[in-house]
């Protein structure tokens, strides 16, 4: 166990749609990560997050925004959705987002998202 | 811009024989981390192995190994006396030590550990 939680484990939904993905970090990591894994793209970067405030952006639709709140847990909201957006979406945390063997990403289980 | 190869696909390892996973990489940082993850068949993402760019030394991690090459820019996994635990997806990543500090993916290896 990561100690980094995801909700929910699965989503099943309908194209066009909107759901919001919940992450919490481990007990005093200021940094979350949100990942895209899929069949074709293979694991891909989407945002990062530290204590709060947005840190970097990767290759993150405009349909997808995300938020870190004061208690530190994360949530990715995904709107519009389409059926290439069905993947499992990780979010991971770290300490301190600065770099070196202290700061390894420890990822959560991950959330199973099915458009249909 | 970083990048990581994963040449193998797919392995197949007698129950008890070592294995290595390979890994190459490419980047212009000059301080920079590795690691291995761990992906079982019920989709979890497990950390395994950490190796620093300035690391002196190999790091190990129980029966988890990595051979550090940094002229070859490669850092392959090794793991001592498979069990069939060990099946599983193992992916390579990296990230540099300043700026953005998100972990960039290898295409990963799927191991099978054979009784």
């Known amino acids: 166990d990561s100690g980094v939680t995801q909700t929910p484990k699965h989503l099943i939904t309908a194209t066009g749609q909107r759901v919001t993905l919940r992450c919490s970090p481990r007990?005093?990591?200021?940094?979350v990560y949100w990942y895209q894994q899929s069949l074709d793209q293979g694991l891909q970067f989407l945002i990062h997050?530290?204590?709060?405030?947005?840190?970097a952006k990767g290759n993150i639709l405009e349909r997808f925004s995300a938020q870190q709140f004061p208690d530190l847990h994360s949530e990715l909201n995904l709107s519009s959705l389409e059926l290439g957006d069905s993947a499992l979406y990780f979010c991971?945390?770290?300490?301190?987002?600065?770099?070196?063997?202290?700061?390894?990403?420890?990822f959560g289980p991950g959330t199973r998202l099915t458009v249909l | 811009a970083q990048k990581i190869t994963q040449t193998q696909p797919g392995m197949f390892v007698q129950e008890k024989e070592a294995v290595t996973l390979d890994c190459t990489y490419d980047?212009?940082?000059?301080?920079?981390?590795l690691f291995w993850y761990k992906q079982p068949s019920s989709g979890e993402m497990i950390f395994l192995i950490y190796?620093?760019?300035?690391?002196?030394q190999n790091a190990t991690e129980g029966r988890y190994s990595l051979n550090f090459q940094k002229a070859r820019k490669s850092a392959n996994l090794v793991i001592s006396a498979s069990q069939l635990g060990d099946s599983a997806m193992y992916f390579c990543?990296?990230?540099?030590?300043?700026?953005?500090?998100?972990?960039?993916f290898g295409t990963g290896t799927r191991l099978t550990i054979i009784p």
């Open positions: 991971a945390s770290s300490l301190a987002g600065r770099g070196g063997r202290a700061d390894t990403q420890y």
């Open positions: 007990s005093g990591d200021l940094s």
């Open positions: 997050y530290y204590n709060g405030e947005e840190r």
């Open positions: 980047t212009s940082d000059q301080s920079y981390g």
């Open positions: 190796q620093g760019s300035y690391d002196e």
């Open positions: 990543a990296m990230r540099p030590h300043f700026g953005n500090e998100k972990l960039t």
